[in-house]
């Protein structure tokens, strides 16, 4: 339930929010106890901090009052370890051995404030109820962020835009079909999440889901692979092999860059699908299978069908459902979305400070095509939250293509509104890259994709035409 006020900060609500009382005192903790119970809270009390810890795994708690100095776990151990176990629990220390260096200790270790006894009762609820303020705010922000991430994002795959809210709709569909799916999208799209999104959300989740790459692996390798080998079957069998076909037996298999697969497998993938069994490499007996087969490829299947790349029978077969990814520049409302993420995952692999992308910095990656799609964006915030100085992510930390796209398209688009003649378009541009690299002619040329000397005669010829126009 959430926390109401009235004008003057009293809590309306009957539920107030439990309050631990942790003090080895037993005179102080009851009269702490019954001093919060009249203002309407919910107390509990502990007599060490051993006892608190467990009294903090059967209850959920807005606040711990605790003592500082107590045997055993002692106030900031307790402390440390409700901000690693708890961390949206409001702690307030008190003490008899107030000083300054305590107080400034306590609160580096997270602590929401500090009472130095003996406590005065007005002072006291005081700091309570802000505490629990404080600590309602935080679980309603923290709630609104899952809530957030549950409406945007589908088994590890974000996206608010409409372009993936309907491939969220397409895959809770197709999941429990039997059908065979083909996704199709350009390379760092996440063809291998969509996959494991359907084999998850499907009636098959319980059993295994076995990704092969079909590039990958050697092509003298790959019929192994998929369909296993007896012993003998060649030089270094040496037993018999289970294929991956058998690995996913009534799970999902899962084919990506299936066009890379040689079109004599191709067959023998058609049969397996087929006839839903297979023959290891030397057996004379099928093997039953129950899979499902998943496949994902980045060229058009249908064009390499025609070049005689791909077998059309196979095609048919696997293209019963076709999923289409879309490029990450054609759902460029997801790319924020996406950056906070991978933020939070650098963040958490580094421990460093970084947590924002600065104004210039996001319209510029906004901005930019993203050929690589998602994994290229994952890549540039590493990159970037790498190469930061500060909290928040500049332009300087961001490759030269990213940090030239923001002007290149603000530039033509304005050109084309206005009817600029090129030379026009070509003097403001490299106005532009100028500004943006300090007046560095090096880096300049470097991002223009010219030599310098080409460079300081485009410069010489803009110079001559502004001394013309005067």
């Not at 609500?13 to 106890?33: H, M, P, Q, Y």
């Not at 033509?412 to 600029?420: F, G, M, P, V």
């Not at 106005?431 to 994709?449: P, V």
Request: hydrophobic share 40%; with cysteine; glycine share 6%.
């Amino acid at each position: 339930m959430p926390i109401e006020f009235d004008r003057k900060g009293i809590v309306m609500t009957e539920e107030w929010g439990a309050v631990l009382v942790v003090d080895d005192d037993e005179a102080l903790r009851e009269t702490v106890s019954d001093l919060l119970k009249d203002r309407g809270h919910q107390v509990t009390t502990a007599a060490n901090g051993a006892e608190a810890l467990v009294r903090l795994k059967e209850a959920d708690y807005a606040a711990v009052l605790t003592d500082l100095r107590m045997k055993g776990v002692e106030g900031l151990e307790l402390l440390s370890a409700i901000k690693r176990l708890y961390p949206d629990i409001g702690v307030v220390l008190m003490t008899a051995f107030g000083s300054v260096e305590t107080a400034v200790e306590a609160m580096k270790h997270g602590a929401s404030d500090y009472l130095t006894k003996p406590v005065k009762k007005e002072e006291l609820l005081r700091v309570i109820e802000r505490v629990i303020r404080e600590a309602s705010l935080r679980r309603e922000v923290s709630r609104l962020r899952k809530e957030v991430h549950k409406e945007y994002s589908f088994h590890q795959i974000l996206g608010k835009s409409k372009p993936m809210q309907t491939l969220f709709d397409l895959i809770q569909r197709v999941a429990d079909s039997p059908s065979n799916i083909l996704i199709t999208g350009e390379s760092g799209t996440g063809k291998e999440l969509v996959a494991k999104a359907i084999h998850y959300n499907s009636d098959r989740k319980a059993s295994p889901f076995v990704p092969v790459n079909c590039a990958a692996i050697p092509e003298q390798l790959l019929e192994s692979e998929l369909f296993g080998h007896v012993r003998g079957a060649f030089t270094d069998a040496k037993a018999d092999k289970r294929g991956l076909f058998e690995e996913a037996q009534k799970g999902t298999l899962f084919l990506d860059e299936i066009s890379e697969l040689p079109l004599i497998l191709q067959a023998k993938l058609l049969r397996a699908i087929q006839e839903k069994d297979i023959r290891r490499v030397g057996a004379t007996k099928s093997v039953a299978v129950d899979v499902r087969v998943i496949v994902a490829t980045n060229l058009n299947l249908a064009e390499e069908v025609k070049a005689r790349r791909f077998r059309d029978d196979l095609y048919y077969r696997l293209n019963v459902i076709e999923l289409k990814l879309p490029s990450l520049r054609e759902r460029r409302e997801d790319i924020p979305l996406l950056i906070e993420a991978f933020l939070r995952k650098c963040g958490h692999a580094r421990g460093n400070g970084v947590k924002a992308v600065g104004e210039s910095a996001l319209a510029m990656l906004i901005d930019y095509d993203w050929p690589g799609n998602v994994r290229e964006l994952e890549n540039v915030i590493e990159r970037a939250v790498t190469l930061s100085r500060g909290e928040k992510i500049l332009p300087e930390d961001l490759p030269a293509p990213v940090q030239g796209s923001r002007g290149d398209r603000r530039i033509l688009d304005e050109a084309a509104e206005k009817t600029l003649p090129l030379h026009e378009v070509e003097k403001e541009y490299i106005r532009k890259i100028l500004e943006k690299t300090g007046g560095n002619k090096y880096r300049a040329a470097h991002l223009l994709g010219i030599d310098r000397k080409t460079l300081y005669r485009k410069l010489d010829e803009i110079e001559g035409t502004a001394q013309a126009e005067d």
